[in-house]
């Protein structure tokens, strides 16, 4: 397994886990509170930011020394091939928190829908550049 | 994306004739990773015209000696 894939499960892996601690906590909070009077602001944070130091530590840990570390050009074509076919689902979460945003929804919601959209956009993109990692990856015709 | 490249390769045979040459080896004339050579003799994945003349001036023979591109559907 080359060092590009390691690192697509770990942020793989880190997205999720960051996602669930975020879900764990959040919807404890709104079965109990009104969702606009939901604290979700530093959980937001604390999980994105906890997130990207998971896949930074994640990283340098499944690399090892130097030479390991490296990629090529196959897997920037698998990166950029992964980013293509996942955009959508940041298109989608833009879309609908504009029209939340218009229907004048909570910001609670717009929030968190948008959230969900960097999330399954990065969810996806890794599935996506994993299974060309696993079965291929062939020039579109 | 996930179907096997039509285009056919003698990479393998090719680098036991040179000297039992490594994928490693090729990889590092070629300037790719190990697992890039794996996924190209394994049909996983196409290289650009560029690389695959690299991967033919490391065995000195034609492109066509490498890489193979079968007629018919």
Redesign the interface.
């Known amino acids: 397994?080359?060092?590009e894939?390691k690192g697509t499960w770990v942020y793989l892996v880190a997205c999720l886990g960051a996602y669930g601690v975020y879900l764990a906590i959040v919807l404890g909070r709104l079965a109990s509170t009104p969702a606009a009077h939901v604290p979700y602001i530093p959980a937001l944070l604390w999980t994105t930011g906890g997130s990207i130091l998971a896949s930074v530590l994640g990283r340098v840990l499944v690399g090892g020394p130097g030479p390991g570390r490296?990629?090529?050009?196959?897997?920037r074509e698998i990166y950029r091939?992964g980013e293509y076919a996942s955009r959508w689902f940041i298109v989608a979460g833009a879309g609908a928190a504009l029209v939340m945003a218009m229907a004048r929804w909570d910001y609670f919601w717009i929030a968190n829908v948008i959230y969900l959209g960097f999330v399954l956009w990065a969810v996806a993109g890794s599935f996506v550049k994993l299974?060309?990692y696993r079965?291929?990856?062939?020039?579109a015709r | 994306?996930?179907?096997?490249?039509r285009i056919t390769n003698s990479i393998r045979a090719l680098r036991f004739t040179h000297g039992e040459m490594t994928q490693a080896q090729l990889a590092e004339q070629v300037?790719?990773?190990r697992?890039?050579i794996i996924?190209i003799e394994q049909?996983?994945?196409?290289p650009?015209l560029e690389?695959a003349f690299q991967i033919a001036r490391v065995f000195k023979v034609p492109l066509d000696q490498v890489f193979a591109y079968p007629g018919g559907t």
């Open positions: 397994m080359s060092y894939e490296r990629s090529d050009v196959r897997d091939f299974l060309a079965r291929g990856l062939r020039p | 994306m996930t179907k096997p490249t300037g790719v990773t697992q890039t996924a049909g996983r994945y196409s650009s690389m």
